[in-house]
């Protein structure tokens, strides 16, 4: 079976945003206009074809990352040509800052990405962590400015902060007729001609000539455009400074190449709501965005030499493939979605989990419309599809060929922040509430499990007080799991400010053989790493620690190494001050001895965690607590009582901007101040105040507040 679809004809990307800037509804135009749907379903009416969870029809808002797969062949074609037509793979994802998961591992996979842009607000909160996560996965990106038929729009103010805020290689190719209810659609700057959309859904897309009142201003910006494109490559800016005029083609190569290496992004705009623009977007993403083929080739290692190893974009190559989602399936199973780095896969074969070493046959592949499948015999490179019947792969799991083995960069999440205790409502609970607790941790690796040895409660932990909302009535709608649960805890941390060295000898003598082991090490908070340093060969390297081994002359065998580090890490999960786990800690093992009988690995374990906490004692062990980026936005009158209100809870104020009618307060405060605010603040600005909030770093708690902590931890 051979491929249906050029490889170089695939678009694979996602839909980025922060909540309600539009990003369903986007996503909904782009199914109706390529044909996979025949009847938009919109947000605030519940029938959406990508937010088609429960929850997320009753909210309004996207909690899960929505795969669906569509054709698209751009309006600038001649009637019959298909010769630009692409295949999207298009991903849907949240933009509620409580399931960033969702943003995070999918942009891991995706080629580029379409951001919108709420066109009264511009950058928002979550649209800056967006942003930061495609620049950590370098994926190019289309800005898509919506929302201009919106009381209050304004093009260029959300123009203008993308570039403060964003990128200042922010390039608009676009700009908009008319605004708010006189907008009738946007001037092209590429082709320099205007487009409007007619009919029942704007499905008619007519192109003429620019009216008159925009012909200079669209003058002035194609002409910026241009040195801004031929800025990015010396053979066109020698063109540009000898005065040649660049053709329509010359600009769309150069504003191709330009986009590919993320040195510009196009800034497009129009009204998804109003069915104005979209269609011109799916054109630039064929245009712009990059196929599988674009892209720098995967790399990993192999997993018994470490090795490098490169995969191509390929048919011809070994398989290999990331996956990066699992999800519950009530009529299938578990899902496990995975994209195609390189090679093909056929439904039926086995396939090698290379991060576990196991092998697993897979039943059935299948293309996910939302939630729909479509079932597929076999799936090529730069695919992303979703696999039937594997029962070990988890998220960040490299799938592969077992005889060309590799492991990819496993992807990295975010710490949970809020906590609470869990029970089961009734003894026949008490068995479904740990398969359902496990198959939902396994979907959302920012959904921690955690058991309490002392008092035997379960603990679930994760990004806010909405995910976890949503998880306990996921449990109970789709495992009929009824639960009652604790008030939400934030989740502090503890870590050392200061250095200490601790030595403990561990010495067990019961008749026979012994237990022996030494240890001496040097604790100190973790350096930061600067980019492109190298880590030296005697230094494991963690997100939160870093075990360094500094033996010299083998006073400590080689095989009880291993045992330290993990006394240590296992030492770091109950804090010193009160209980909490340690994070960003550097141990270095600096000195030992052994018993040529009675030395083992229990020994030299327990050895380094007595002598971990010893020496975390004497280190300036101190409590960590989760700071929160906030953004208020409310009418003017009521910034007073908001400020004063931010100021009490031990919040800092960090910016308040117009945003339209309204004004926006940027602050940061601690997490433990903030259970319950959203009611608080609708009490205080008569329901008119609005408030979103994202984790933004952990800092030492005031003396008083430990204080406070340490009392409620006895």
Known sequence: MNRDYPLDKVRNFGVIAHIDAGKT???????????MIH????????ETTTDWMEQERERGITITAAAITCFWNPTYMPAGDTTKKCRFNVIDTPGHIDFTVEVKRSLRVLDGAVVVFDGVAGVEPQSETN?????????????????????GASFEKS???????????????QIPMGLEENLVGVIDLVRMKAYTFEGEKGEKVIEAEIPAEYAEDAKKYHAEMVEKIAETDDSLMTAYLEGKVFDMDTIKKGLRKATLACKIFPVMTGSALKN??????????????????????????????????????????????????????????????????????????????????????LSRIVRLQADKREEVAKVFAGEIAAAVGLKDALTSHTLCDENDPIILEVIKFMEPVVSLRIEPATKADQE????????????????????????????????GELHLEIMIDRMKREFGVNTNVGKPQVAYRETILGTAEAEHKYIKQSG???????????????????????????????????FINSIKGGVIPNEFIPAVEKGVREAMDRGIVAGYKMVNISCELTYGSYHDVDSSEIAYKIAASQAFQDGAKRARPVILEPIMKIEVVSPEKFMGDIIGSLSAKRGQIESTNPKGQVLSIIAKVPLAEMFGYTTALRSMTSGQGSSQMEFDHYEVVPPQVEKAIVETRK
């Open 39 to 46: 009847k938009i379903g919109e947000v605030h009416e519940g």
């Open 131 to 151: 942003w930061r996560y495609a620049d950590e996965s370098n994926v190019p990106r289309i800005c898509f400015i919506n929302k201009l038929d919106r009381m």
């Open 159 to 173: 123009y203008k902060s993308i570039l403060e805020r964003l990128n200042k290689h922010a390039v608009r190719i």
């Open 512 to 546: 026979g053989k012994g237990q022996y082991g030494h240890v001496k090490i040097t604790l100190k908070p973790l350096p930061a790493l600067i980019e492109g340093e190298k880590i030296p060969k005697n230094t494991k390297r963690y997100d939160d620690f870093e």
């Open 432 to 463: 479904k509430m740990g398969m359902s607790l496990r198959k939902l941790a396994n979907e959302d690796p920012t959904f921690h499990i955690t058991a309490n040895p002392e008092t035997g409660e379960t603990l679930i932990a994760g990004m």
């Open 276 to 361: 104005k623009g979209v269609q011109l977007v799916l054109d630039a993403v064929v245009d712009y965005l990059p196929s599988p083929l674009d892209i720098p080739p995967v790399r990993g290692h192999h997993p018994d030499t470490g090795v490098e190893v490169i995969r191509h974009a390929d048919d011809s190559e070994p398989f290999s493939a990331l996956a990066f989602k699992l999800q519950n399936d009530p009529f299938v199973g578990q899902l496990t979605f995975f994209r195609v780095y390189s090679g093909t896969l056929e439904a039926g074969s086995y396939i090698y989990n290379a991060t576990t070493g196991k092998r697993e046959r």
């Open 25 to 35: 509804t986007t996503s909904e135009r782009i199914l109706y206009y390529t044909g």
